[in-house]
């Protein structure tokens, strides 16, 4: 279990936006968590990484690695994130500073990080732009200078970078067309072969979580209304609104099934 | 995948005309600032010292601008004058500055109560205008021009501080620095490092035009005779020196005059220079 989330509440001053959600992730798995737009799961993300906006406060237990993250300082959870807990986001075309370079961005994570030597930080950071298919001569040019294909790859590099433990992708095909989607995901599964990291999947797109998910849970109005395997809940969908919502995805058939008899064992 | 379109920039004629005048005004200012470096080096004449044989002179190969009522050579005056009225200037705006960015910066970034707090006062400070705060400062504390720079940036810093604080609060919205943030950078490091050189252009192009208008205020103030104090040479200063002159010897009061305006032209010309080659909409379209 790297990360476990023991009855998360979310709370602003007015209204409870996430309500005593409990969640595991296990080590290596691709979790997905999926649910409507507010339905609190990007919060529930960025509480993992005490990222939340200042007027909102989290309790409960988030336990990474064996620790409360909602315990530690400041100091200790930028030490953390970036290097042991690390995120996706959706727009790649603002993921870079405008005015820095590729390469300046590799440099000051593994600086920040603790990697004294310039040398050793130029060669990881070439290696990881390769490691997705990039060339190591995209480190001298400027995010405007790169396509937006190229600008996806170089994120992705990034967050992987540290080698992270738990990767935290927050909505990170949604702006993108399901072909540049897949590629995407294509690419974390093959990276995370490699790392063994686990990645906890935003998402509301159920062609993915049917790909590539081993487990889900499903999030509503600030509640997990179920969890569980992704064969079990996508061909025995449990609560209602699970149901709904698998009805709801945008296929041609009516029914979505797992997949199950196309995997080979 | 490999090939990499050049950026491609396209100025309009407006910015073509505006640094063509960059241009002049460039050598305009090094003209001004070696002729002042010049004289400050190589003094010919003292700028304090009187000589009433010699006053209200015309012009001569010796004084070729002539001498003023007390028979001090008058290009060497303007020329220091110039060095004093522009130092001024600049160590107000760069105070100014000094204080209004991290201010700006920390307010935006920070955002809540910290914000509030931090604009409140700002706010208190937007409340007194400049001349007033000069006024009542030279009161407070004598008139002199160290006084007059003081309540300069007493009054200007506070602009500074909501410009960088209102693109600081659009630009830390944005995902680049979300993205700083989840990767592990302390906020000390994102604000220097991812904030402050986009911030950078649109300070400096509020900074220029700025400078204009404090040429401007010292010179006023002076001539009201709350800047730099007699025997310093200064433009403001010269002008009020030259006035009961004004009727037998007019170049006395134009040589400082034209002086002033020029070197205010000179500062509007370069400010309307960097807003062109700093306009935030060319830096957000690749």
Redesign the interface.
């Known amino acids: 279990m790297i990360l476990s989330i023991e009855e998360l509440s979310i709370a602003g001053r007015e209204r409870t936006i996430v309500d005593n959600v409990s969640l595991a992730v296990r080590e290596g798995e691709f979790m997905a968590l999926v649910g409507q737009s507010g339905s609190g799961k990007s919060l529930l993300s960025q509480s993992i990484g005490q990222l939340l906006p200042p007027n909102l406060h989290a309790s409960g237990r988030i336990v990474f690695e064996g620790s409360n993250l909602l315990e530690r300082t400041s100091k200790e959870m930028r030490a953390l994130r970036g290097s042991r807990i690390s995120y996706i986001f959706q727009d790649y075309q603002g993921a870079f500073t405008p005015f820095r370079s590729i390469g300046g961005h590799f440099d000051e994570y593994q600086k920040v990080h603790g990697e004294k030597s310039a040398s050793v930080r130029k060669t990881k950071a070439a290696a990881a732009l390769e490691s997705v298919g990039l060339d190591a001569a995209l480190l001298r040019r400027y995010p405007f200078q790169l396509s937006g294909g190229q600008l996806q790859r170089a994120a992705i590099a990034t967050s992987l970078l540290l080698s992270p433990r738990l990767l935290i992708a927050d909505e990170a095909t949604t702006a993108l067309d399901s072909v540049s989607g897949h590629r995407v995901l294509e690419l974390l599964v093959a990276k995370q072969k490699e790392t063994g990291c686990a990645i906890l999947f935003i998402t509301h797109d159920w062609r993915h979580v049917r790909r590539y998910a081993n487990r889900l849970s499903v999030m509503k109005e600030g509640r997990i209304v179920e969890s569980g395997g992704k064969h079990r809940i996508l061909d025995h969908p449990q609560h209602e609104y699970t149901r709904k919502l698998i009805d709801a995805a945008p296929v041609l058939s009516r029914s979505l099934k797992s997949g199950l008899e196309e995997e080979t064992p | 995948?490999?090939s990499?379109?050049a950026?491609v920039r396209t100025r309009p004629s407006k910015s073509k005309k505006h640094s063509v005048q960059a241009i002049v005004a460039a050598l305009f200012a090094l003209l001004v600032i070696a002729a002042s470096v010049y004289t400050f080096l190589y003094l010919k004449h003292d700028p304090t010292l009187t000589d009433l044989r010699g006053r209200l002179l015309g012009a001569s190969t010796l004084h070729p601008l002539g001498t003023d009522h007390l028979g001090r050579d008058v290009l060497t005056r303007l020329l220091l004058g110039g060095g004093q009225t522009l130092g001024y200037s600049l160590l107000a705006l760069g105070a100014a500055l000094v204080i209004g960015i991290p201010f700006g910066l920390i307010a935006g970034y920070k955002?809540?109560w910290v914000d509030k707090v931090f604009m409140r006062i700002a706010d208190g400070f937007l409340a007194f205008p400049d001349t007033i705060v000069a006024i009542v400062l030279s009161g407070l504390l004598g008139a002199g021009i160290s006084n007059l720079v003081l309540a300069i940036v007493i009054v200007k810093w506070v602009s500074y501080a909501r410009l960088v604080r209102s693109t600081v609060l659009s630009e830390s919205q944005?995902?680049?620095?979300?993205?700083?943030?989840?990767?592990?950078?302390?906020d000390a490091?994102i604000m220097t490092?991812?904030l402050l050189?986009?911030i950078a252009g649109h300070v400096l192009v509020l900074a220029s035009l700025d400078l204009g208008k404090i040429i401007l205020l010292i010179s006023s103030l002076s001539y009201i005779g709350l800047g730099a104090q007699p025997p310093t040479p200064e433009w403001g200063a010269m002008l009020n020196d030259s006035r009961p002159y004004f009727q037998s010897r007019p170049e006395l009061m134009v040589y400082p005059g034209l002086a002033i305006v020029s070197v205010v032209l000179l500062a509007n010309m370069l400010g309307d220079y960097l807003r062109d080659r700093f306009d935030v909409k060319k830096?957000v379209q690749?």
Do not use: F, Q, V, W
């Not at chain 2, 944005?174 to 302390?186: C, F, P, Q």
């Open positions: 995948m490999k990499m379109p950026r955002r809540g944005k995902d680049y620095i979300r993205i700083a943030r989840t990767n592990g950078l302390s490091r490092k991812h050189p986009h830096e690749p």
